[in-house]
């Protein structure tokens, strides 16, 4: 790390302790808390390339890349470029704009399954929309998830499973009632006979499937080919939707989306990180059909003030220009690909059990014998362990994401240099791991 700050106060401590005075645990999204950690959150003050500067002049060779939007890496010429262009021309004007249309014809055109597309604020927004959108189109109430998948923080995403595939799930956060999550089933990722039950029993009234393609939120969990093909299956036999929630992994694992690396195909696409470069935009499609029950055109209401705003958009579409460029994701998957490898290698020499996993710019890693398949597979993962590694790396200048259900990301900034010197510290953290 190129500390600025041996014997200066921290001003990352300070600033958490000004920002929990006044925001709850000092933070705007919980995980940013280091509560799974443990520690202090770094503030982080600027980002260029693959790294980013925390208030004390601390750099992090930067894994975390927002969660997943920063596929570039930070600051990208062009993209800031087109931002710079769209302020001058004015921050939101609540009315349509060329650079949606613009953007909206990328994406149908890099998303074959998408022929109609609706642009949001975040991917909340996007998934919830994409759950009314379902059952305004099939007039069901039912939705089936899975456990260990996240779709954003709308009500009836926020359940875990019931007591048996006869009831609906349960909330996982006060303030959602009962009533508004028992339209919800919560099933185990990768169990195909679980599945087959729960359409066998609830298919006339289920509106959608939702699920994550390769599961980013329970750190990186890929469905087995079985199973995401069961899931197209009985939506299919059904009449349900399949909504497939590309939030993370769209342009992210392939230009394509995971969908096009699984050859699945969906009914509904939601969208986000990737798709904003940065800025707070996502996006929902579908066939014309589907995308038709959406006001105005029909009866299922969806609406943003800020929805497609024009810098947003710009800066969209910017990064979704430089990440089709020939190359970009081989190039992108090899790197990560040497990362994880490098990993592997480093913590077979420290003696720590640890297995990777990675799709173009995404990777995961556990530190367990086996991959997991699913969510109680990946609670297992040595928390106290997971925690150590954590702050073994970010004391050396490598910032992961603070809790082991998350994915982490390599931008096309990342240079072999960068996956080197993280390797080093690695090595240097796993003595302790
Ligand atoms: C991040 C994420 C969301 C939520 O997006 P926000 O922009 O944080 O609201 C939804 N689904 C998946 C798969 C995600 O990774």
């Known amino acids: 790390m190129i500390s600025a700050s041996a014997s200066s106060p921290d001003r990352n401590a300070d600033l958490f302790q000004r920002a929990q005075a006044l925001i709850p ?61 769209a302020l001058e021309q004015g921050l939101s004007f609540g009315a349509p704009t060329e650079r949606e ?7 149908v055109r890099l998303v074959p399954s998408i022929e109609m597309v609706r642009l949001t604020s ?24 899975f456990e260990g998948c996240y779709h954003g923080h709308a009500d009836a995403l926020l359940v875990k499973a019931g007591s048996g595939l006869a009831t609906f799930g349960t909330a996982t956060s006060a303030g959602v009632p009962a009533e508004v999550v028992q339209h919800t089933l919560v099933l185990e990722y990768n169990n195909v006979a679980q599945l087959d039950e729960a359409f066998a029993i609830h298919g006339p009234e289920i509106a959608g499937l939702i699920i994550e393609p ?26 349900a939707l399949l909504i497939i929630d590309e939030v993370m992994t769209g342009f992210r694992v392939a230009l394509g989306g995971a969908q096009s690396v699984l050859k699945v195909k969906p009914d509904i696409t939601v969208l986000g990180k990737v798709i904003g ?24 209401y969806q609406a943003g003030t800020l929805s497609g705003n024009p810098v947003a958009t710009a800066c969209g579409l910017a990064t979704l220009r430089e990440i089709q460029k020939p190359g970009f994701y081989e190039a992108l998957g090899q790197r990560t690909r040497s990362l994880v490898d490098g990993l592997q290698a480093a913590a077979r020499e420290a003696g720590v059990p640890l297995v990777t996993e990675s799709e173009g710019g995404m990777f995961g ?5 086996q991959l997991p398949r699913n969510y109680t597979q990946v609670m297992k993962s040595d928390g106290a362990r997971f925690n150590t590694l954590f702050h073994g790396l ?21 240079t072999a240099a960068d996956i080197d010197a993280t390797l080093d510290a690695a090595r240097a953290a796993f003595k302790s791991v």
């Open 394 to 414: 970010l004391d050396r200048g490598v910032s992961i994401a603070p809790a082991l259900y998350e994915a982490g990301f390599v931008s096309a900034a990342h």
């Open 25 to 85: 645990g000092g933070v705007n999204s919980p995980v940013r808390a280091f509560k799974a950690v443990g520690g202090t959150p770094r503030f982080i003050e600027r980002a260029q390339g693959a790294y980013v500067w925390d208030a004390n002049g601390d750099r992090y060779i930067d894994y975390v890349g927002s969660w997943g939007p920063m596929i570039l890496g930070h600051n990208h010429p062009a993209v800031i470029e087109a931002v710079h262009k």
């Open 214 to 239: 390769i599961a980013g939120n329970m750190n990186f969990v890929r469905p087995t080919p079985a199973f995401i093909q069961r899931c197209r299956e009985l939506c299919t036999q059904h009449g």
């Open 101 to 107: 249309v613009e953007l909206a014809e990328e994406i």
């Open 365 to 369: 890693f556990f530190l367990l014998d």
């Open 277 to 300: 470069g940065g800025m707070p935009l996502a996006a929902f499609g579908a066939s014309r059909d589907i995308m038709q029950h959406l006001a105005p055109l029909g009866p299922v």
């Open 122 to 145: 975040s991917g909340t927004e996007a998934g919830m929309s994409a759950i009314r959108l379902a059952r305004g189109a099939t007039q069901r109430p039912r939705i089936v998830k």
